[in-house]
């Protein structure tokens, strides 16, 4: 595939960095990223890899574009109010870089449709806000060998880590189970600063950038945390389970499953 | 006994479980934290005989539900 002039234009600010160049930007571009949810996380992970020249992206959400998103949610404007959020998402994306594809899946993602949304793509993002979905992703993800980046947000905090098959622990070796509903609150219930998902959903992007242009060190083994009132950052290394259900030596989850869902999440 | 807890040298009079740990620091959500040792985790529903040691290092993973 040889570079058109619009595209040596577009990408050179990429193309110049030794780490990334015709070669890592052609990776990219024939890179399929698969986002599962087009919210706080979503939304800024999905404008960069976007911009970034990502050929294929995937973005799944089963909601609409609500005016209480739009103090985080950036891919949306005022005028999407009311309209599929995937939809809003696209057509932003491909506002940006008429260069990619994008794919809209409005759907919630559940045990019964995740293993076919995530087959096509080689790397996913977890941008949802409910435990249930992030452990439905964790296990997905192992079960079909895909790498992705977790996430969560709240208040003025958040957290990040990666996994790769094979190079560290899952999700689920760091929280074996999801709490139980309301043990734990959501960011509807208690809040969460815009800037938080601008913050961590573009960590989430570089994670997936760095892992198709194979360059630096990813978040694998470890979690990240961002305090924003303290201005700190902590890189904390994660151990893995030995006696993980999902990746461990004796996993006992051997296909996805929908744990029940908070009432107040599902909105 | 010293040890360094998030990341954070503190000093503590006498012997400490992870559960008495967790208690004197106030850990939010307390049944709900994944604690790890010195790199290793500690199964939930041991911490109240997780003896700690001078020199270890404790760190407390939170929950984290939000991203939407």
Redesign the interface.
Known sequence: MAFTNEQLERYSRHIILSEVGVKGQKKLLNAKVLIIGAGGLGAPAALYLAAAGVGTIGIADADEVDLSNLQRQVIHTTPDLGKAKVQSAKETMEAINPDITVNAYRTFVAADNIMDLIADYDFIIDGTDNFPAKFLINDACVLAGKPFSHAGIIRFRGQLMTYVPGQGPCYRCVFKEPPPPEAVPTCKQAGVIGAMGGVIGSLQAMEAIKYIIGKGELLTGYLLTYDALKMEFRKIKLPKAKGCAVCGDHPTILKPFDYEQAECDLK | MKLTV??TQKEYAGNLTVAQLIELEQVE?P??V?V?VN???IP?GTFAEAVLHDGDSV?F????????
Do not use: N
């Open positions: 998030a990341g959500t049944e709900y994944t790890s790199d290793e985790f939930s760190e993973l939170y929950f984290m539900g939000g991203g939407q």
